[in-house]
């Protein structure tokens, strides 16, 4: 069993953590089938009933974990599009894929924030968190950079036919592979939540949830953004050139 309080959290007095410890102990002594003391509640030496592990997170530290994790979504977001951007040999390519990203991140980190307290299971948004939503976020960009390339091929084979054509081309020779893809990761993650235990569950949640969202995303958010995009850019360009060829007139 894992219990979270915010009892008296702001205070780092060690005198704190012996009153919870104690609270703990005349709270949940009454259910054990074994008398014990309180010294033996505390360590896991003598009686394997007692506490098993503990951890204490301050408002200092709470602050520096919270900075930390939106440097890191963001720094990660800004390197996949420079990635994206360089393969691809197009700003728009990149923007469609940090869309599509920051996305799946957005919503999984809301759905923890409105459900943390609510459902049976662990929802914290810790240190397990932040590296569920990184390994989300390097999970989802996979679909993306399918279906570009794929994009990519047909725009090399099919010069003379328009990008509306191709994207939609790719996307339904893409769409098997991305579901099967996203269907046999997901039944893993299914069996990790349901019986991985309470320490990996509120993980394979967010992973799960990444694998959803991250899945449509890639085909309903990415790769839309990237075709208005291209499509917004080749017609600033268009007016651009017929501006130079009036000029010269």
Same mark, same amino acid.
Request: charged share 20%; hydrophobic share 50%; glycine share 6%.
């Given at each position: 069993?894992?219990?979270t309080?915010?009892?008296?959290?702001d205070?780092?007095?060690?005198? +704190?953590?012996?009153?919870?410890?104690?609270?703990?102990?005349?709270?949940?002594s009454?259910?054990?089938?074994?008398?014990?003391?309180?010294?033996?509640?505390?360590?896991?030496l003598?009686?394997?009933?007692?506490?098993?592990?503990s951890?204490?997170?301050?408002p *200092?530290?709470?602050n520096?974990?919270?900075?930390?994790?939106v440097? @890191?979504?963001? $720094?990660?977001?800004?390197?996949?599009? @420079?990635?994206? @951007?360089? &393969?691809f &040999?197009?700003?728009?390519?990149?923007?469609?894929?940090?869309?599509?990203?920051? %996305?799946?991140?957005?919503?999984v980190?809301?759905f923890?924030?409105?459900?943390?307290?609510i $459902?049976?299971?662990?929802?914290? +948004?810790?240190?397990?968190?932040?590296?569920?939503i990184?390994?989300?976020?390097?999970?989802?960009?996979?679909?993306?950079?399918?279906i570009?390339?794929?994009?990519?091929?047909?725009r *090399?084979? %099919?010069p003379?036919?328009?990008?509306?054509?191709?994207t939609n081309? @790719?996307?339904?020779?893409t769409l *098997?592979?991305?579901?099967?893809?996203? +269907?046999?990761?997901?039944? *893993?993650?299914l069996?990790?939540a349901?019986?991985?235990?309470?320490?990996?569950?509120g $993980?394979?949640?967010?992973?799960?949830l990444?694998?959803?969202?991250g899945t449509?995303?890639?085909?309903f958010?990415?790769?839309? +953004?990237m075709?208005?995009?291209?499509?917004a850019r080749?017609k600033? $360009?268009?007016?651009?050139e017929?501006t130079k060829?009036?000029s010269?007139?």
């Open positions: 069993m894992k219990i309080t915010q009892y008296k959290n205070e780092e007095s060690s005198d +704190v953590d012996a009153e919870v410890e104690s609270k703990l102990f005349n709270a949940l009454p259910f054990f089938e074994e008398k014990m003391t309180i010294d033996d509640f505390k360590s896991t003598s009686n394997a009933n007692g506490i098993i592990s951890d204490k997170v301050g *200092t530290i709470a520096d974990i919270k900075r930390d994790a440097i @890191a979504v963001i $720094l990660a977001l800004i390197v996949i599009f @420079a990635y994206i @951007a360089f &393969r &040999r197009g700003w728009t390519w990149g923007l469609g894929g940090v869309v599509s990203l920051a %996305h799946t991140a957005i919503i980190i809301g923890f924030s409105l459900f943390s307290g $459902l049976p299971f662990n929802l914290d +948004v810790d240190q397990t968190f932040i590296a569920a990184l390994t989300i976020i390097g999970y989802a960009i996979n679909d993306n950079v399918v570009f390339d794929r994009i990519r091929e047909y *090399t084979l %099919h003379n036919t328009d990008i509306k054509t191709n081309l @790719a996307l339904n020779a *098997t592979r991305t579901l099967n893809t996203s +269907v046999s990761t997901l039944v *893993t993650m069996a990790i349901i019986w991985g235990g309470e320490s990996i569950r $993980l394979a949640v967010a992973l799960i990444g694998i959803l969202i449509y995303a890639s085909i958010i990415g790769t839309p +953004v075709y208005d995009a291209t499509i080749q600033k $360009l268009a007016a651009a017929s060829k009036t010269r007139k």
